[in-house]
């Protein structure tokens, strides 16, 4: 256990919906990163936050949007959603910003658009 | 677009053999991480190695990299059962300065008991 935690665990959704992905870093991190994971992509970073504020872009759709609240959680929002969206969405903490550091993964919330 | 590109793709061999993988990479970094999963579920960090050390070891597990081919190299020695998952390998990209990683593709693991 990561000790990030992540929910929904699985979520079924209709195409043109919007779905809020929800996570909470380790204890005392202060980084939180979003990644994708699909067949054909990869894992693909899409957005990283520390401490409130967006720190780093990849690549995330206009139709996505992240946050971090004050108490460090945060919400992956997804709207417009396409057949394409389908993937596994990973959130993963790090006790700071910048290099050199090893971030710790959730279970991931695998997201299905019918 | 990938970062890195991983050899092989799939690897499959017996328990007690050793493993090895290798990971390419385009631009220049500040570390090169590897990461495991296992189906389906969170990736699990193995090793951190920085762009001035050339090999680290961490258990059962060694790590080499040489910058100037911008390749790695994931060793597993006297593999189990359990080691069977998916490898990936991570870097930062030198302009990044964030924890931002970029991911390559992985090499999937089947070690057969």
């Known amino acids: 256990d990561s000790g990030v935690t992540q929910t929904p665990k699985h979520l079924i959704t209709a195409t043109g919906q919007r779905v809020t992905l929800r996570c909470s870093p380790r204890?005392?991190?202060?980084?939180v990163y979003w990644y994708q994971q699909s067949l054909d992509q990869g894992l693909q970073f899409l957005i990283q936050?520390?401490?409130?504020?967006?720190?780093a872009k990849g690549n995330i759709l206009e139709r996505f949007s992240a946050q971090q609240f004050p108490d460090l959680h945060s919400e992956l929002n997804l709207s417009s959603l396409e057949l394409g969206d389908s993937a596994l969405y990973f959130c993963?903490?790090?006790?700071?910003?910048?290099?050199?550091?090893?971030?710790?993964f959730g279970p991931g919330t695998r997201l299905t658009v019918l | 677009s990938q970062q890195g590109e991983e050899d092989p793709q799939a690897l499959s061999i017996q328990e007690g053999e050793n493993a090895t993988m290798n990971c390419s990479y385009k631009t220049s970094i500040n570390n090169l991480q590897w990461y495991r999963q296992n189906s389906g579920r969170g990736l699990v960090h193995l090793i951190l190695?920085?762009?001035?050390?050339r090999e680290k070891h961490s258990g059962r597990l060694r790590v080499t990299l040489d910058t100037s081919k911008k390749s790695s190299s994931l060793l597993i020695t006297a593999s189990r059962a359990a080691d069977t998952a998916s490898y990936f390998c991570?870097?930062?990209?030198?302009?990044?300065?964030?924890?931002?990683?970029?991911f390559g593709q992985g090499t999937t693991l089947q070690v057969k008991p």
């Open positions: 991570a870097t930062d990209g030198r302009s990044s300065n964030t924890g931002k990683l970029i």
């Open positions: 936050y520390y401490n409130g504020e967006e720190r």
């Open positions: 204890s005392g991190d202060l980084s």
């Open positions: 190695i920085r762009s001035n050390e």
């Open positions: 993963a903490s790090s006790d700071r910003d910048g290099i050199y550091n090893e971030q710790f």
